[in-house]
């Protein structure tokens, strides 16, 4: 019955939206957007470093 309370809550809200509209973002929220959508940059870009490492391993293993 867990799942029927948790249909009950708010869901938050992202902290930005991929084209959303910008005007009425302030100078300091604009910044605070960027810092945000880098640092997932390069958690997507340690994701991929970490994949592709994974796969040259797998693939020195099936060279020999």
């Given at each position: 019955?867990?799942?029927?309370?948790?249909?009950?809550?708010?869901?938050?809200?992202?902290?930005?939206?991929?084209?959303q509209d910008?005007?009425?973002?302030?100078?300091?929220?604009?910044?605070?957007?960027?810092a945000?959508?880098?640092?997932?940059?390069?958690?997507?870009?340690?994701?991929?470093?970490?994949?592709?490492t994974s796969?040259?391993?797998?693939?020195?293993?099936?060279?020999?």
């Open positions: 019955m867990a799942s029927d309370l948790d249909d009950d809550r708010p869901r938050p809200q992202p902290k930005h939206e991929i084209g910008l005007s009425l973002l302030s100078l300091g929220e604009l910044t605070e957007r960027i945000l959508l880098n640092a997932e940059i390069a958690r997507l870009e340690a994701a991929v470093a970490a994949k592709e796969r040259a391993r797998a693939d020195a293993v099936f060279r020999l």
